[in-house]
């Protein structure tokens, strides 16, 4: 059969090679009502994504939710117990060995040879995938060019993860899973990879995130999706996921008498000196709240304001029954 490549404007280097493949138009992934479970636990929960090229999709989730395995499944490593994951038009379990030079992943956990040093890691990669050594662009890219010598072994955490994605840079994949890519990384190792990855999605990679940060979602992501207990339990742009929950205003108002409070439009609630207020008018209460403030002299100590965070989200949907798809 012939397939026909999706992005013609792709350079040439991307469709030669061990990356000599192609696919028909449509999605470069696509999950359709997957299921895995381990023995009779469900860990994914017909669960349904697409991802096309140059487009960043992130998995957002608490611990356990299922994001592991779900990339798990769509790099082919275990197979679904229901639905299906296709990469580039194939089934990734059966056709593991045709993808491996076009799909990339960044593991949660990585799995170096510790006696090898950073450059020499490369190296081994970049021959394994019969590509022209550069080890040394590679390390620069990731910040890692002063550690070049350094035995993996004795890297930091976040050094490694760095080394890792310089591993999934290597290749210029047509498509990337990155399972917590940016976990453990400093401030600033965080945006060089979060440029990184705008990098490959705009030269038409498809990327699959994990992350535990909404910043960084809503940074990269073209779509995001919250799991919950195995499921998809939000669905949207960042942006749409927090504009159905309340924005939140918090401060530790000094002196504090909740009866002299003004009258504001959202709820609010007191735990241990802290004042919260929960509201669909988060500019009006605030204003309301900041005048009140002026007038009678009252501190507002520890103010914030703004759209609901990843944590209070998830919070309340674990306040929920089960999770709503
Ligand atoms: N090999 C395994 N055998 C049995 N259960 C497993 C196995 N791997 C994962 N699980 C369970 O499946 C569920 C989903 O795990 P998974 O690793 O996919 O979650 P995750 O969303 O990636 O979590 P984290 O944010 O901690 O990485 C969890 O309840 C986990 O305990
Ligand atoms: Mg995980």
Not at 49 to 58: D, M, T
Not at 68 to 90: D, F, H, K, Q, Y
Not at 112 to 138: C, G, M, V
Not at 250 to 279: E, H
Request: charged share 25%; proline share 5%.
């Amino acid at each position: 059969m012939r397939f026909r490549h999706y992005r013609r404007d792709l350079p040439n280097r991307r469709i030669e090679g061990m990356n000599a493949i192609t696919h028909e138009p449509g999605p470069a992934v696509e999950i359709r009502d997957l299921s895995c479970r381990y023995g009779s636990f469900t860990a994914v929960d017909r669960v349904s994504f697409a991802v096309g090229p140059g487009e960043l999709f992130a998995l957002l989730g608490t611990n356990g939710a299922g994001k592991t395995t779900t990339i798990e499944t769509a790099i082919g490593m275990r197979r679904p117990a229901a639905g299906s994951a296709r990469v580039l038009g194939r089934d990734p379990y059966r056709h593991r060995r045709d993808l491996a030079g076009a799909v990339a992943v960044i593991g949660q956990e990585t799995g170096f040879a510790d006696d090898l040093t950073a450059a020499e890691t490369i190296k081994l990669w970049t021959d394994l995938h019969r590509l022209p050594s550069q080890s040394d662009a590679l390390l620069e890219r990731v910040d890692l060019a002063h550690r070049a010598a350094v035995r993996v072994g004795a890297l930091s955490g976040g050094e490694r993860r760095r080394l890792d994605l310089a591993l999934a840079l290597a290749t210029s994949p047509t498509v990337l899973f990155a399972d917590e890519p940016t976990t453990g990384l400093d401030p600033a190792s965080r945006r060089r990879t979060w440029g990184l990855l705008r990098e490959l999605t705009q030269r038409g990679t498809a990327v699959v995130l994990t992350t535990h940060y909404l910043d960084e979602a809503a940074e990269l992501a073209d779509h995001v999706a919250i799991m919950d207990r195995g499921r998809i339990a939000r669905f949207g742009t960042v942006a749409e996921i927090t504009a159905a929950y309340e924005a939140r205003i918090s401060m530790r108002p000094k002196p504090f008498d909740p009866l002299a409070l003004p009258a504001l439009a959202g709820r609010t609630s007191v735990d241990d000196g802290l004042l919260t207020v929960r509201t669909t008018e988060l500019q009006a209460d605030l204003h309301r709240l900041l005048d009140w403030a002026a007038r009678t002299g009252v501190d507002l100590a520890d103010l914030k304001a703004g759209p609901a965070t990843l944590d209070e989200i998830f919070a309340e949907l674990e306040a929920e029954p089960t999770a709503t798809p």
